[in-house]
């Protein structure tokens, strides 16, 4: 058998291969000085490009040229580059991102889980709606504005997600780099400014300023109801959070900035800066003026973000989040970002998020959005069926009361005060009182008002349809009208009639027992009761369709809790019998009832002393 030899060119070649690649580990150049180095390059084919054809000259971009006046003070003649760079496309699970070279801009952003109102691709970002620049001063006073520039990016892909650096050359070792940063998934973006060399560049006794423009696309039917949820909202001292009004053009300053939120209803965008920052300047306007189907902006938002250098450098960092508006996301960021969706004042917030989100959450995971909000809607009423019960025995007792009232009426129907006075009498005798009935109304205001809160903002209701209307996050549409009837709009929906007529009934059920023409006042209980149904048929007829399936479900289960009360619980002859008993009884009176008798016997001394004379 031939003896294996080991060749000596072989051991050389693999020792001489091995020298290489070490070599080239410890000399390749960092990404942004290979920018560096290719923007040397692109120098010198800008060079020989100005020697060829004119036709070829145009195909170059301008850049950072020196015969660009704006360009002379910052960038120097032996360092200025032609190439215009490609547009980059980045994305992960949930957006698409597009960035232009031209000012290293975001100037597109793709929510690819979603649609806007007409079924189209939902762009949050788009067609220049955007613009992100910083405003600084050269050391010659020249002021410099990085959107006049043009950025060459690099993409650097790795297993956490995908780092897109925009790197503005000013010369070998001065640079200006935009580094975006996209995770896998999710809506968040690292966002940081970053500089090299710019010690002997820029003037830092001079404001430097990032300003952040972005103007609303409209995502909704209707956008005066959109507009009315799109807001500007910031967090500053801490934990401070405060807005600008969504309804009027309107501006602040204030300091100790940590966050910034671009409200857009169902969408926002939120600048997240490391460092609480000061004399931030907020600006919003309104960008329409009547509801119609060919607006296409609803709000422009504005901001003036000083910045701090960093030993003559630019080391700023922050975070972009851009995505739905949707608690269950924003809660997973840090810095209670989440905050800037508005939940409700005070103790209509905490219901709101620490009962009906997570309610509403837990019985979407079994449920359609529909058959979850008529299920919430059924534990909600039934959790206030006790407020339910106390209001019904209340009415039972002024009904049984009706016959007394009525001949104190017409006994003394000449004698307001004495009618009060007496009336108060027979109230305390029999242990009724009519305030009682409006106590547990009171009750509910804050699950009312916290559900109306709710609705708007709640996200999973977003493009849900449930029978006939197809978003219950907005109103629903039955009928297109030829004409826009003023508050009320140019469509009918349905939900909003049927809530209106449940309205009506439940009204009718639980103020008939009380009210009595012949009572001072009366007339116009009546009066509110036709008018209310009106009035809410105008007012949910632009509002979320979830909101009016609430509120006819509500009124349905009410009514029938109503008559289950009065058909199997409650006795009316068993309640006559028990307030003939309290009559025969000593009264006592408690300091309220002590204090209104005080003022109706002063009322009816003075009365009788103005007689006299």
Known sequence: MEENKIDPYQILGFVLLMAAFVWYIYTIPEPEQRII??????????????????????????????????????????????????????????LI?????????????????????????????????????????????????????????????????????????????QFLNFEYTLPKN??????????????????????????????????????????????????????????????????KTENSVSWISYGQHFFNSILVLNNPTDEVVFESKKLFEDEG????????????????????????????????????????????IYESIYFGWGIFGWINRFIYFPLFGFLSKYFSAGLAVIFMTIITRLAMSPV?????????RMKVLKPEIAELNEKYKNDAAKKQQETMKL????????????????????????????????????????????DLSSYDVIAELPFSIPWYGDHVSLLPILASIAIFFYTMMSSGAQMQSSQPGMPNMKFIMYLMPVMMLFFFNNYASAFSLYYFVSNIITIMLMLMIKHFIIDEEKIHLQIQENKKKPTTQNRFQRKMQEMMDKAEEQRKLQNRK
């Open 37 to 94: 180095e290719n923007s040397k390059e692109n120098l010198e084919i800008s060079v020989q490009s100005e020697d060829s054809s004119l036709d070829s000259e145009n195909k170059i971009s301008k850049g950072l040229n020196l015969n660009d006046e704006n360009s002379k003070p910052f960038v120097s003649s032996e360092n200025k580059s032609k190439i215009k760079f490609d547009d980059v496309v980045i994305e992960n699970d949930d």
């Open 97 to 173: 991102l597009k960035f232009s070279s031209k000012g290293g801009l975001l100037t597109e952003a793709l929510l690819k889980n979603f649609t806007d109102f007409r079924g189209d691709p939902l762009y949050m970002i788009k067609d220049g709606n955007q613009n992100i620049n910083l405003n600084f001063y050269s050391l010659n006073g020249q002021l410099i504005n990085t959107s006049n520039y043009d950025f060459q990016p690099v993409v650097d892909k790795n297993y956490d997600g995908t780092k897109l650096s925009m790197i503005l050359s000013i010369s070998e070792n």
């Open 186 to 251: 999710g809506f968040m973006i690292n966002f940081s400014i970053k500089s090299s060399g710019f010690r002997n560049v820029i003037d830092n006794q001079r404001t430097i300023q990032l300003n952040w423009d972005l103007k609303v696309l409209r995502q909704a039917k209707s956008v005066e109801y959109e507009n009315r949820y799109s807001q500007l909202y910031y967090q500053y001292e801490g934990d401070e959070t405060d807005y600008l009004s969504s309804y009027s053009d309107s501006d």
């Open 293 to 336: 189907k060919d607006v296409l902006f609803t709000k422009n938002y504005i901001s003036s973000i000083p910045l701090v250098l960093d030993n003559s450098e630019f080391n700023s960092k922050m975070n972009l989040y851009i995505g739905p508006n949707d608690y269950d996301i924003l809660k997973n960021y840090d810095d209670n």
């Open 388 to 396: 339910t019960y106390k209001t019904y025995v209340s009415q039972a």
């Open 427 to 470: 109230y305390n005798k029999a242990g009724a009182n009519p305030l009682l009935g409006c106590v547990p109304a009171l009750f509910q205001l804050p699950v009312f008002y916290a559900l109306f809160c709710f609705f708007p903002i709640a996200f999973p209701l977003r493009g849900k349809s449930f029978l006939w209307a197809d």
